[in-house]
């Protein structure tokens, strides 16, 4: 069993800060890439940074300059700075995680369970 746990979601005011975490633990025997996607109410899905086991990085568009991926291989964690929030930056923020279980189980995609972020005044 592997399971995904966000933490470090709230409310925050316009041109605040947050840092997410999400830590992947159970069975596993390495971790491709890493990411952070959100779903804003009536909205799809979509990514907002992702990370690779060698530390290379891509961001959506609307987050470029303001927000920071990260991740700590020795813990299975993954981090989102997040900068100057706006109010578009309202979501549910969710983590991912391409992940082997064992040497031959082939790559399969975790989620986490969701961390709210809210900026507003």
């Known amino acids: 069993q592997v399971q995904l746990v966000e933490s470090g979601g709230g409310l925050v005011q316009p041109g605040g800060s947050l840092r997410l975490s999400c830590a992947a633990s159970?069975?596993?025997?390495?971790?491709?890439?890493m990411g952070w996607y959100r779903q804003a109410p009536g909205k799809q899905r979509e990514l907002v940074a992702a990370?690779?086991?060698?530390?290379?990085?891509n961001y959506a568009d609307s987050v470029k300059g303001r927000f920071t991926i990260s991740r700590d291989n020795a813990k299975n964690t993954v981090y989102l700075q997040m900068n100057s929030l706006k109010p578009d930056d309202t979501a549910v923020y969710y983590c991912?995680?391409?992940?082997?279980?064992?040497?031959?189980?082939?790559?399969?995609?975790?989620w986490g369970q969701g961390t709210q972020v809210t900026v507003s005044s």
């Open positions: 991912t995680a391409d992940i082997w279980r064992t040497w031959d189980s082939g790559r399969i995609a975790y």
């Open positions: 990370i690779a086991s060698g530390g290379s990085t």
């Open positions: 159970g069975s596993i025997f390495s971790i491709n890439a």
